[in-house]
């Protein structure tokens, strides 16, 4: 039994528990140029029974996008789901161009034009007919050249390919802008006991969207298996060399600064029994009644830890107090 209340996804109807499961990591690897991209090796079966363990749980929502893993992700995804369709919701993302055969990124497609390509590719990867959220994937786009992008998105919705879009951006002025939309009704970006994200949750409560949270878990940091003396392989993400935008870990190791933030507020996440994991997630939800999650995972057991937090519910009003005090 959760002890947090389910969400509703704007006006879209679509109602769902407080915690999705992002599907980035289980895309293995692919990079830009040399850079790493992925989350390291994967194991398909294990993804596998991952994802239908999460669905035995009662988590329905699950995110992708057609550039993890250049499509491995989606792939993955859609097989696990076979034959549990109508018990989940899906959601994916668009706006990057790749090289699948060489798993390698390539220039951004922010045309009208690429959005029913890339949807209609999405679809066939997923093996649905329909995407019940569909996100733009290009975080620093100008908010006027996104404008034609609406028209194409509300005449998905209209045709029933989507039922509802947003933009994934960690920028408040580009979100607002999509309100424009009339079936717009998320936005995902980054939150995490270690960034705030107080504009943006303003936003989404002006609006009545939901708030979809990637980075949940500090890229991994908050878990207790990340300490200073690891060293993360170089075909993950957080390894050698990081994108540029990696802030939780410096040439594969985690970042001091950003340890010893987690370090400070470690005993109140793990208050009431919680581990770290659950207690990063009990602050997400302490937050905000319009936050949705998605952790990352690999493995059963991560799925296992991440959907055990529902079991505790949001941290309380002094535990939240305590925090903002030992991290300000």
């Known amino acids: 039994m959760t002890k947090t209340n ?19 990591a289980i895309g293995g690897p692919f990079w830009h140029g040399t850079t790493p991209l992925g989350w390291g090796d994967v194991d398909d079966s294990e993804s596998t029974k991952a994802i239908q363990f999460a669905v035995d749980l009662g988590i329905r929502l699950f995110d992708t996008a057609d550039v993890y893993g250049t499509g491995h992700s989606e792939r993955v995804l859609g097989r696990a789901l076979a034959g549990h369709r109508d018990e989940v919701i899906i959601a994916s993302k668009w706006g990057n161009t790749y090289d699948e055969s060489a798993r390698q990124l390539l220039a951004p497609d922010i045309t009208p034009g690429y959005v029913r390509r890339a949807l209609e590719a999405t679809l066939r ?11 733009f994937h290009i975080g620093d786009a100008e908010p006027a050249e996104t404008m ?40 995902q970006h980054e939150l995490n006991v270690l960034q705030d994200a107080p ?30 003396a690891i060293l993360l392989p170089d075909n993950d993400v957080r390894g050698r060399p990081a994108p540029d935008w990696m802030r939780y870990f410096q040439d594969g190791r985690p970042s001091p600064q950003w340890l010893a933030r987690r370090n400070a507020i470690r005993d109140i996440l793990t208050s009431g029994g919680r581990s770290p994991v659950q207690g990063a997630l009990a602050w997400i939800w302490a937050r905000s009644p319009a936050t949705v999650p998605i952790p990352g995972f690999r493995t059963v057991e991560h799925v296992r830890e991440n959907a055990g937090a529902l079991e505790y519910g949001p941290l309380g009003d002094t535990e939240m107090a305590e925090i903002t005090r030992l991290l300000s």
């Open 6 to 24: 389910e969400r509703g996804i704007g006006q879209s109807g679509i109602v769902i528990p407080p915690l999705g499961m992002g599907c980035w």
């Open 199 to 228: 504009q943006m949750l303003a936003l989404v409560q002006s609006q009545g969207w939901a708030s979809v949270n990637r980075g949940p878990l500090a890229m991994g940091l908050i878990s207790d298996k990340y300490a200073s």
């Open 148 to 187: 034609p992008l609406l028209e194409e998105l509300e005449s998905l919705v209209a045709a029933g390919k989507i039922r509802t879009y947003g933009w994934s951006t960690d920028d408040p002025q580009r979100a607002a802008a999509w309100a424009a939309g009339g079936h717009c009704s998320v936005v």
């Open 125 to 135: 990867r997923l093996g649905t007919d329909y995407l019940d959220i569909y996100q």
